[in-house]
């Protein structure tokens, strides 16, 4: 890629980025590329990297270069508190004051960050703007050594508000705060009722807002996240990242919506590039209404809750909530209006309300009635109106048949919306990688088993992915509880039996292989043989299981083909003629895309299985687009993550595949395929003592097979560490040979790998140069492209070759071209209707 076309695919991209950031949830990649149109798939495709994985970024390293340093001669940079899509921030010290500050530098090791600096002169711009307790006060601005822009704010020293909302579910029996004080710390509560204190907060946010407005900025991200509850006890409003000021003309160059669509007026679906203070009122009114509800105005996906705003008023508060006061609802009711014409034209007229609320005294506004709400529904929804006469139309002409179709259409709709976002190998790796230790993506993927449940449409395939996710993270209780009802829909004898084994299970129990599944009956109808064969997976016995799931009673049940397409990949290895296995992962990758156009979706599980054939294959591009699409429907997929570090690995994109790989091991600190290829990632990469370290480290089990996988990968990693060093340190280079014989005498003298690694590193320490290069092209000859390998080959050059080294090299320009040609005509046939992109036609 020339220099020019690099700087222009960079730019494009951070424009993405940014209005991605700003609120623009459908970003029109034509319209930015308009003047680039060529460049479209692979700015989309760098854009999904970014957003599709957005975990990959949660947890910075160790060690972070900022942490430690000190900022303009005067702030301490000793923490990084957290990050976001184009931001970070750090705790520091002011040294000239003596005081805590938070420090927001532009997210590093992304793109080039020369758009970074108008959002960061804005959010600077608009802070200053502002003086009022419950507005982050900013102190100082200044750039990095990098060249980085960077805020210094107030450190405020409390919790997001989203933690004491969290928390308030457990105590929503009784109206009492005094549990903000015990969980969180937080003194000075001024109000003994929880409602009262939430009113409290919201009123003081109001007159934030208005102070905000008087200067000419509107928020337009008031959301509980962007809320602080001090230790003090005052509500903080934070993060004007997406701020517009008065004198900003627009800060998007589409009509795009700007705000978190759980929060966000409905009038800013109209794309209105001004911003109003009614806005910032809905938006503060909405997350009002969560607080005290608990739950948002509306719920759903990003195009439901679109759908909803535009369409319908919320479900009114005291619904959820009985007993909420009759002027808190009409606060609720006035500050959601839909209309901006009839919402508290300002944040000091709703502050003004809650005021009065707080001291008993009348409110401005009145509940709206029922029939109100009925009338606008009516209005403002064709829908409704017709749903209404489609009732009729169904109960009186069809019958209650008709109704029972559709109610089961609806919910074949809900687990196809559902079933995509399931981790691929739910339940079925091996025991120490089924737990997910990252606590976020963990809830996220409990979230979409909930939803997989709730969709209704079969009862045992939901409940039982659900029951085992609930068991390997230790709840049996909950997994025996699911399996009781997807059992008893299954309605036979060895449904019955198998509830029973879980029954059985201890209570403490974390691991499918507590269970007891001898003796059980003879599995007969399609739901036995389901469970039969997904508790055998459970159990790692895979022996039979392809005939199993060849059962044509299941051939309706998506995750029994899955399963089954899961039991044949071990061929895409394991045929002897390398023509065969082409073939045979021809016909795999069109069996799964068969499967996909059948049931007319893709799932975490259809993008892994399709990532293994192009990654067995050497389609390694591919590999990894489709690993992007795979973890971008399940970020909780550590399978998906390790087939994205292979691919990367496969492009010798060693740092994209430290990513990923590093990713995966965040989900799954002991999953040994990852620790493995980390190693030889970080040895290829030059890295060495990142390499060994790995070596010393990784999780690999505690048996004969685990020293044998430890033994293989040290002496791989010595023998790249012995040509890293060959030009530079021959003491350390024959040292590092030296080691990787050492790892090979703990391999048996018939294993292929003692065999292969042995001669190469006696070959090093021998100085038989031809030797290595009879190796390289042996390994060559195996995988065509492999850019590591041909490195290593160029290290020992000759200035000419031996008879038998031109015919392997032959063999190896054969199989580069066999290659290649597997690839284009790969690329020539793939999916028209995938939205990830494909590198290769574009070259």
Not at 167 to 184: C, K, P, V
Not at 816 to 829: D, G, I, K, M, Q
């Amino acid at each position: 890629m020339s220099e020019t076309r690099h700087d222009l695919l960079e730019e494009l991209v951070a424009e993405c980025l940014f209005r991605r950031e700003e609120g623009v949830l459908d970003l029109p990649y034509d319209e930015i590329c308009r003047e680039a149109p060529e460049l479209v798939d692979e700015v989309q495709q760098s854009v999904e990297l970014a957003l599709g994985l957005p975990r990959l970024q949660a947890s910075g390293p160790a060690g972070d270069k900022l942490v430690g340093t000190l900022l303009s001669e005067r702030y301490s940079v000793y923490q990084r508190i957290g990050s976001g899509a184009m931001g970070v921030v750090y705790g520091a010290r002011d040294l000239d004051l003596g005081r805590e500050v938070a420090i927001k530098v532009v997210h590093t090791g992304l793109l080039d960050r020369s758009k970074a600096l108008s959002r960061f002169e804005r959010e600077a711009a608009a802070l200053a703007a502002i003086r009022h307790d419950s507005v982050v006060t900013i102190f100082d601005r200044g750039v990095t050594e990098d060249g980085l822009p960077f805020l210094v704010m107030e450190r405020i020293d409390g919790v997001s508000c989203s933690e004491p909302l969290e928390a308030a579910e457990r105590y929503s029996g009784h109206d009492d705060s005094s549990w903000l004080t015990e969980e969180f710390g937080i003194q000075n509560v001024a109000e003994p009722s929880y409602f009262r204190q939430v009113v409290q907060w919201a009123a003081g946010l109001a007159s934030g807002l208005e102070a905000a407005h008087a200067a000419g900025v509107y928020h337009r991200d008031v959301k509980r996240s962007n809320v602080m509850i001090t230790r003090e006890g005052k509500a903080v409003l934070i993060d004007f990242g997406i701020a517009a000021k008065d004198d900003h003309a627009t800060l998007t160059q589409t009509d795009a919506a700007v705000g978190t669509p759980v929060y966000m007026a409905p009038e800013a679906l109209l794309g209105r590039t001004k911003a109003m203070p009614t806005q910032d009122v809905y938006s503060l009114t909405a997350t009002l209404y969560h607080i005290l509800t608990f739950q948002a105005p509306y719920t759903g996906s990003s195009a439901k809750i679109l759908t909803a705003l535009a369409t319908r008023e919320p479900v009114p508060a005291f619904k959820i909530r009985p007993g909420l006061p009759r002027d808190a609802q009409a606060i609720l009711d006035h500050g959601l209006e839909r209309n901006p014409a009839r919402r508290y034209a300002s944040a000091a007229a709703m502050e003004r309300d809650l005021r009065a609320l707080l001291a008993y005294r009348q409110v401005s506004v009145r509940p709206t009635s029922s029939f109100v709400r009925s009338m606008r529904r009516v209005r403002s929804s064709k829908a409704f109106v017709g749903a209404a006469l489609a009732s009729l139309v169904i109960f009186g002409a069809l019958g209650l048949q008709s109704w029972n179709t559709s109610l089961a259409n609806d919910r074949h709709e809900a687990f196809k919306a559902a079933m995509p976002h399931v981790p691929a190998n739910l339940g079925i790796v091996i025991p120490q990688n089924r737990v997910i230790a990252d606590e976020d993506l963990r809830a996220g993927a409990r979230a979409a088993l909930d939803r997989l449940v709730a969709a209704g449409h079969d009862p045992v395939t939901e409940r039982t992915l659900r029951a085992a996710f609930l068991l390997d993270h230790g709840d049996a209780q909950a997994a025996t509880a699911d399996m009781k009802i997807a059992c008893s829909r299954a309605g036979t004898s060895y449904a019955s039996e198998l509830y029973r084994r879980y029954e059985a299970l201890p209570v403490d129990s974390s691991s499918a292989l507590d269970l007891n599944l001898t003796d059980l009956p003879e599995p007969k109808s399609a739901d036995d043989v389901y469970l039969s064969a997904f508790h055998s997976l459970r159990q790692l016995n895979r022996d039979g299981l392809g005939e199993v799931l060849g059962d044509p009673r299941l051939s309706r049940n998506r995750h029994a083909q899955e399963l089954l397409l899961l039991c044949k990949t071990p061929r895409l290895t394991q045929l002897p003629d390398r023509q065969a296995r082409l073939g045979f992962a021809d016909s795999f990758v069109e069996e799964v895309k068969s499967l996909e156009a059948r049931t007319g979706y893709r799932s975490a599980m259809t993008a892994h299985l399709l990532g293994i054939a192009y990654l067995r294959t050497g389609q390694d591009e591919r590999a990894l687009n489709m690993a992007l699409e795979g973890a971008q429907l399940a970020p909780s997929s550590g399978t998906i993550l390790l087939n994205a570090g292979s691919a990367a690995y496969g492009l010798s994109n060693y740092e994209l595949a430290r990513t990923f790989l590093e990713a995966g091991l965040r989900l799954h600190p002991h999953y040994v395929s990852l620790q493995q290829l980390l190693g030889k990632v970080e040895a290829e990469a030059g890295h060495i003592e990142r390499a060994r370290a790995l070596v010393r480290e990784a999780g690999f089990p505690d048996s004969p097979l685990g020293a044998m996988r430890r033994a293989i990968l040290g002496a791989k990693i010595e023998l790249s560490a012995a040509l890293e060093f060959a030009e530079s340190d021959a003491e350390e280079s024959r040292a590092a040979a030296e080691a990787s014989l050492r790892y090979c005498q703990l391999l048996s003298e018939d294993s292929v790998d003692r065999v292969s690694l042995e001669r190469d590193a006696r070959a090093f320490l021998d100085g038989d140069a031809s030797s290595l290069l009879d190796s390289f092209i042996l390994r060559l000859c195996e995988d065509p492209q492999a850019v590591a390998v041909l490195e290593d080959l160029l290290k020992c050059f000759p200035e000419q070759f031996s008879a038998s080294q031109t015919q392997s090299l032959r063999r190896w320009v054969e199989a580069l071209v066999e290659r290649l040609v597997v690839n284009r005509r790969s690329y020539a046939t793939s999916d028209a209707e995938t939205p990830w992109m494909d590198p290769l036609r574009s070259r």
